[in-house]
């Protein structure tokens, strides 16, 4: 297979394009950061994370009302209230989205898949979730294109390189598990992150943790999407970061009205001599700045952190106020989170509410098959591979 002239300056080939692995390997498999809002990316596969026994939140409950009719209290949200959505981990369970011109929704199918309980989420795990993810994709045959979040990366949970980690080791080991096939596609990866700063950190621990899975490529840039936001925390890391590449520029002039001048005069009087030469240190590489926090802001839960607790999770009584437990399973809570009614409803599978459960190797239903009708069936293949 010829080599293109954009394979040869970023080490992938464009988006669409078939391409080879290792002989005996399906693959490589490609992975692009977008910036944007995971539920307007364009993909055949969506997918979130779900932990077992607590409703759906954060990006699982936006991709929940992207497939659920308006006004509803969602259909995720629904299987979790009924423990038909159980979140063992490895666990992969589908529901077929209304994606289509006539709705204006790019969300065809979405996979949740189980994280296990909480707290108990680590390194490891992600990597046997992204294993037994990419399995059952390659299973399926006709995603081209998957998109997901880096599941676990939330507040209190595992930081971002601990996740890039466990999603290209777990996608290597299920490349490394699928004998490769005559005229087969790896899908490519699409890690959508909604803050911009986040989108940044997630592609710098990527490519890190891809430089040691040779099947597996990292695009250099940042693919803007739709829905990309700024957070406050991001903000004030950008305004830092300019300031201090003004402030290299003019190092060598004299002090005045320049940023030179300017930010030690705004600093205490006890403090400016510190500072200003700790300033100096760090202005000619201001992209080393990337991480603020801020109280009482709208903060990502993306920033730089080292986990306190070996498992991801703190314990239930070492969380904040601020970012607040998972919500149990249960009625809706009186916030409307996951909606703030009970709904009855029949699945068109024989007149049973319960999930549809098969081997894996079989795909879900297509949502222009069921996109109308709204129903509760969904396909779930059971333990992790």
Not at 121 to 134: P, S, V, Y
Not at 147 to 174: E, K, Q, R, Y
Not at 264 to 280: C, K, T, W
Not at 305 to 328: D, E
Request: charged letters at 20%.
């Amino acid at each position: 297979m010829s080599t293109t002239s954009t394979e040869k300056a970023t080490g992938v080939r464009p988006i669409g394009e078939p391409h080879a692995g290792p002989p005996g390997m399906a693959g490589p498999l490609r992975i692009t950061v977008v910036w944007g809002n995971i539920a307007e990316a364009q993909a055949d596969l969506h997918v979130v994370g779900h932990y077992r026994g607590v409703m759906p939140s954060g990006t699982e409950r936006v991709i929940d009302q992207a497939i659920s009719p308006p006004g509803s209290d969602g259909i995720i949200c629904r299987h979790a209230r009924r423990r038909w959505l159980v979140g063992a981990l490895g666990e992969v369970t589908y529901f077929p989205g209304p994606a289509g011109p006539a709705t204006g929704n790019t969300v065809a199918r979405v996979a949740v898949v189980g994280m296990g309980r909480v707290g108990t989420f680590g390194q490891e795990n992600a990597r046997t979730l992204f294993r037994t993810l990419l399995r059952e994709v390659l299973e399926l045959g006709d995603v081209r294109r998957l998109a997901t979040v880096l599941i676990g990366s939330g507040a209190d949970n595992l930081s971002i390189p601990g996740v890039a980690g466990g999603l290209v080791t777990g996608f290597a080991d299920g490349l490394r598990a699928t004998p490769g096939r005559t005229g087969s596609v790896v899908p490519e990866v699409l890690v959508v992150e909604r803050d911009r700063l986040g989108a940044e950190l997630a592609l710098h621990a990527l490519r890190q943790a891809a430089g040691r899975e040779p099947a597996i490529a990292v695009s250099p840039d940042i693919v803007p999407g739709s829905g990309g936001q700024v957070s406050a925390a991001a903000a004030a890391v950008y305004g830092i970061r300019g300031l201090l590449e003004r402030l290299s520029a003019e190092l060598s002039a004299p002090a005045g009205d320049g940023a030179r001048g300017a930010i030690p005069g705004a600093i205490p009087d006890e403090l400016r001599d510190q500072v200003s030469a700790r300033l100096a240190e760090i202005a000619r590489r201001p992209a080393d700045v990337i991480g603020i926090a801020l109280q009482g802001a709208d903060s990502a839960p993306h920033l730089p952190r080292r986990s306190l607790f070996p498992f991801g999770s703190p314990p239930k009584a070492a969380r904040t106020a601020s970012s607040g437990p998972p919500s149990p399973v249960g009625p809706p809570s009186p916030n409307g989170r996951c909606g703030s009614t009970r709904h009855s409803w029949r699945s068109s599978y024989g007149g049973s509410p319960r999930p549809l459960r098969t081997t894996s190797g079989i795909s879900p239903p297509s949502s222009a098959a069921t996109s109308s009708r709204w129903t509760s069936s969904v396909i779930s293949t059971g333990r992790p591979h």
